[in-house]
């Protein structure tokens, strides 16, 4: 009989959630919807979509919010989204801090696909897909799929992927993640076991604004998440940087 035993795994103390600064397309979506079009102007693709001069002050200023960090709480890596504007939000604000931390890329952590609906405005889905609008009413959001696109249930499936590496890679630390909205509510479903009526609730009342963090704690090995802070952005204000409250995830949006 083997008397091999393994070793109980802490995982990580700490999560700082932050999503990414004002992008020029959350701009473009938002110029879009109000103007009535049915297609948002965009160049770019998702991946590429970069920070809009906003959304650098944001970085810069969550940068200060870093360095502010008092002795023991700071993150001792950083976890991001390969899309640009989230890596250029954790790029500046290491760079702002005067930081050295490593920062690693996980392809998990990109924001939700749209597949067909991407690029589209709310009418614009309506009116070039009424069938897939139908669709999504009855299926409700956490569950609709657009095609070529994932629901919010899939995009749980590789947070909780992502989740349990990060406990086996960084076990006892302290981690900032970077990413996006629906990433980040997404996280907050899987870590304080939330049901799909509550995250979706919470979606649509408090909106992540760009740059602001969202911290989860745990005291020990197998202990349940605690939410410690949520949406915070008095660093914003502090720095005089404009705060931003884009829509949350929508199916007709880039994010």
Partial sequence: MSTETTAEVAGVAHLMLVRHGESVGNVAAAEA??????VIDLETRDADTPLSSRGAEQAEALGAWLRDQPDGTTPEVVWCSPYARAVQ????????AGSTLALRLDERLRDRELGILDLLTTTGVDARYPAEAARRRHLGKFYYRPPGGESWADLALRVRAFLADLDRAESGRRVLVVAHDAVIMTIRYVCESLVEEEVLDLARRTP??????TRLVRTSAGAPWT???????????REGAPVTT???DRDAFPH
Avoid: W
Wanted: charged share 25%; hydrophobic share 45%.
């Fill in 33 to 38: 919807e109000r103007a009535g079009l049915e």
């Fill in 89 to 96: 939000t954790a790029t500046i604000a290491t760079q702002a």
């Fill in 208 to 213: 992540v604004r760009n740059a602001a963090v």
């Fill in 227 to 237: 939410l410690a802070a949520f949406n915070e952005d008095d660093h914003l204000e």
């Fill in 246 to 248: 884009h829509a949350g």
